[in-house]
């Protein structure tokens, strides 16, 4: 495994430069996860020697109702991933790693996993629009949408950058966003393992029975 101090500044730092245009096809373009941790393991985990606070989000699901995200996943094994619904690669990508590696869980361990998707473009994912789209994944994925401004601070707090959408060249709206999974442990309720767009399916389904008793994987 790799593990690695991160400072927070150091993050924020790196975060303009290390973002993750989907669709961009500039693969120049890695997640700040690259960045900062150490070389060498060939691993896809890296465990925070100082863990993330969980975000003090509440935003709204895909019903339309409030959702309290450090409530409502108290005490819960949790990954959030902050991304949309309009990507044509990373996104859908990193959920549907995630969607096959839960279902290796007991059953058990599959109803006590919160996975949360955070859009990072509200304007479009409204909460219809984001049940739509997680339903083809796994429907007890959550899905949370809002004010723009409060989803960029909750993503902020965990050393993601995502910017508003623009247009491209061609017209093309197109999200700019960190691509980091962030795991919550069920014991401390703190971040204290990072993924980046590299990891596979493979990985979180090695990592996740670990996740789940909020081990180091």
């Given at each position: 495994?790799?593990?690695?101090?991160?400072?927070?500044?150091?993050?924020?730092?790196?975060?303009?430069?290390?973002?993750?245009?989907?669709?961009?096809?500039?693969?120049?373009?890695?997640?700040?996860?690259?960045?900062?941790?150490?070389?060498?393991?060939?691993?896809?985990?890296?465990?925070?020697?100082?863990?993330?606070e969980?975000?003090?989000?509440?935003?709204?699901?895909?019903?339309?109702?409030?959702?309290d995200?450090?409530?409502?996943?108290?005490?819960?094994p949790?990954?959030?991933?902050?991304?949309?619904?309009?990507?044509?690669?990373?996104?859908?990508?990193?959920?549907?790693?995630?969607?096959?590696?839960?279902?290796?869980?007991p059953?058990?361990?599959?109803?006590?996993?919160?996975?949360v998707?955070?859009?990072?473009?509200?304007?479009?994912?409204?909460?219809?629009?984001?049940?739509?789209?997680?339903?083809?994944?796994?429907?007890?994925?959550?899905?949370?949408?809002?004010?723009?401004?409060?989803?960029?601070?909750?993503?902020?707090?965990?050393?993601?950058?995502?910017?508003?959408?623009?247009?491209?060249?061609?017209?093309k709206?197109?999200?700019?966003?960190?691509?980091?999974?962030?795991?919550?442990?069920?014991k401390?309720?703190?971040g204290?393992?990072?993924y980046?767009?590299?990891?596979?399916?493979?990985?979180?389904?090695?990592?996740?029975?670990?996740?789940?008793?909020?081990?180091?994987?």
């Open positions: 495994m790799r593990k690695k101090t991160y400072a927070m500044a150091a993050l924020f730092a790196a975060a303009a430069l290390t973002l993750s245009a989907c669709g961009s096809g500039d693969d120049s373009n890695k997640p700040v996860a690259d960045v900062s941790a150490e070389a060498g393991s060939g691993k896809a985990a890296t465990v925070l020697d100082n863990p993330f969980k975000p003090d989000l509440v935003l709204t699901d895909t019903t339309g109702k409030k959702y995200l450090r409530a409502r996943t108290k005490g819960r949790t990954l959030v991933y902050f991304g949309y619904t309009h990507c044509p690669d990373v996104c859908p990508l990193t959920m549907n790693n995630l969607a096959v590696a839960k279902k290796q869980l059953k058990t361990e599959q109803d006590k996993l919160r996975v998707f955070v859009t990072t473009d509200p304007a479009r994912d409204t909460p219809a629009a984001l049940g739509t789209w997680l339903k083809g994944i796994d429907s007890d994925f959550i899905g949370l949408t809002g004010d723009f401004a409060t989803i960029q601070a909750g993503a902020r707090s965990l050393g993601i950058t995502i910017e508003p959408t623009t247009k491209d060249k061609n017209g709206v197109v999200s700019v966003h960190g691509t980091q999974v962030i795991a919550f442990s069920p401390t309720d703190a204290y393992v990072l980046g767009e590299g990891a596979t399916v493979d990985d979180y389904t090695k990592d996740l029975p670990k996740i789940a008793e909020g081990k180091t994987p």
